[in-house]
T-cell receptor, first 113, second 113 residues
């Protein structure tokens, strides 16, 4: 069936380190792909998205490229800050049908000063 | 102007009680959702309504009943609350357009004691 698999956490980094969170998808067809972020004690916010192959989503210094050949949508940031500490969710949505958004398990990231 | 608003944000209640969580969106979206986030941060869809019609009804106990009086509102009623119902419940909305973003409310933290 359709699904996303994302890197397990928790991930602990120092400020200014490079962050990568892997996400791969399995789908029949071409899903839209999303990264959502949940800061401590808060709700879910869309971080970025890509709707077709080779699209690159970017926001707040984060980037992810929709790669059909590797069925991946890895999240990257070149220099993290303490304020980037959060849970990051990879998600997918197939066009048509019920349009529901399905999530990966989430990756907890902690950035230390 | 909060796009997707849900109330209450925090709810502590005893086992066996009945409670409701309300949700409203002012984005003009035609589809609304309820998601449950468990203690391990895992997010799972519960229900979805499109133009007031139920289109997703995942495996959820009958004690949970959604109600959509109009396209802008989707309420969640829970009967006979159990300890295992303790979770964060997120309301969300979107347009049923391929690649469209789903917007989430800030969550309702339910604790059953």
């Amino acid at each position: 069936g359709n699904s996303v698999t994302q890197m397990e956490g928790p991930v602990t980094l120092s400020e200014e380190a490079f962050l990568t969170i892997n996400c791969t998808y399995t789908a029949t067809g071409y899903p839209s792909l999303f990264w959502y972020v949940q800061y401590p004690g808060e709700g879910l916010q869309l971080l970025l998205k890509a709707t077709k192959a080779d699209d690159k989503g970017s926001n707040k210094g984060f980037e992810a490229t929709y790669r059909k050949e590797t069925t991946s949508f890895h999240l990257e940031k070149g220099s993290v800050q303490v304020s980037d500490s959060a849970v990051y969710f990879c998600a997918w949505r197939i066009s048509g049908g019920d349009y529901k958004l399905s999530f990966g398990a989430g990756t907890t990231v902690t950035v230390r000063a | 102007d909060t796009a997707v608003s849900q109330t209450p944000k925090y709810l502590v209640t005893q086992m066996g009680n009945d409670k409701s969580i309300k949700c409203e969106q002012n984005l003009g979206h035609d589809t609304m959702y309820w998601y449950k986030q468990d203690s391990k941060k895992f997010l799972k869809i519960m229900f979805s309504y499109n133009n007031k019609e139920l289109i997703i009804n995942e495996t959820v106990p009958n004690r949970f009943s959604p109600k959509s009086p109009d396209k802008a509102h989707l309420n969640l009623h829970i009967n006979s609350l159990e300890l295992g119902d303790s979770a964060v419940y997120f309301c969300a909305s979107s347009l049923t357009v391929p690649g469209n973003t789903i917007y989430f409310g800030e969550g309702s933290w339910l604790t059953v004691v």
